[in-house]
């Protein structure tokens, strides 16, 4: 008997471990094309990236961990009812429940090992991820910027760029609204460019060759262009 549930163990193990890798080097390559653009493109360092991608896997195994056991189990079961061992064991009087104990075993401790990562794993993955991307961003504040979309990471500002160049922004737009029913206020500049602050963890947009339409307090349908 415990030569069979080793066996069955044995059985089960293998394509668990094949399927976790297969299933999180696919949810991983999905990644892969963004992280290769902030290491060649935008000149993020290794060391960040490498955070990025490691604060990641703890995200990525709630999902796989799960899909790996089910592919696991249907992989190896289906291999031993396929080659009629399972037959052979039911003939021989043995009661297969016992010999699949082990399995339902191995479930309960990838159910608990899960809950202690939603609990308390995934939450400081979150966290550091949110971290690191500051931390590149006040670095390099341009790699964690997308041009053609709308930005409002920062507080009180919606910024849209329409081209970067390297650390230079081409086209920028930046609407403050001003609240409800009131005109947003709006600067338009040519060119600009953010210069990092790293010892205060902030940075600053440097604008060049602009103007900046600010509504009237009196009359909020009228502006003043100021260049």
Same mark, same amino acid.
């Given at each position: ?5 080793? /066996? ?10 094949? +399927? ?9 390559? @999905? ?13 993020? $360092?290794?060391? =960040? ?6 604060? #990641? #896997? ?10 790996? +056991? ?10 031993? =009812? &396929?080659?009629? %061992?399972?037959?052979?064991?039911? +003939? =021989? ?17 990838? &159910? ?27 670095? $390099? ?11 409002? =990471?920062?507080?009180? /500002?919606?910024?849209?760029? /329409?081209?970067?160049?390297? $650390? ?7 609407? %403050? ?18 210069? +990092?602050?790293?010892?205060?963890? #902030? ?6 060759? @602009? ?17």
């Amino acid at each position: 008997m415990k030569i069979l549930r080793n /066996y069955f163990l044995k059985e089960f193990i293998g394509p668990l471990f094949l +399927a976790l890798g297969v299933l999180t080097f696919v949810m991983i390559l @999905g990644n892969l094309i963004k992280i290769a653009d902030l290491v060649i493109n935008k000149g993020v $360092n290794i060391y =960040s990236v490498t955070k990025l991608l490691l604060f #990641m #896997m703890p995200y990525l195994l709630t999902y796989t961990l799960p899909i790996a +056991a089910l592919t696991a189990v249907l992989l190896s079961l289906g291999r031993l =009812s &396929s080659d009629n %061992e399972i037959v052979a064991i039911r +003939a =021989s009087g043995i009661n297969l429940f016992s010999l699949i104990l082990p399995l339902l075993i191995v479930g309960l401790i990838l &159910s608990l090992v899960l809950v202690v990562f939603n609990d308390r794993v995934i939450p400081y993955a979150h966290y550091a991820t949110r971290r690191t991307i500051i931390e590149i961003g006040v670095k $390099n504040p341009t790699a964690v910027l997308e041009p053609g979309i709308f930005i409002n =990471s920062f507080e009180k /500002y919606i910024l849209f760029i /329409y081209r970067i160049d390297q $650390n230079r922004l081409i086209n920028v737009r930046i609407y %403050e609204p001003q609240g409800p029913d009131k005109p947003a206020r709006t600067i338009v500049a040519k060119r600009g460019e953010f210069i +990092a602050v790293p010892e205060k963890n #902030m940075i600053k947009l440097k604008l060049m060759d @602009g103007t900046s339409d600010e509504p009237d307090p009196n009359n909020p349908t009228n502006f003043y262009k100021l260049n």
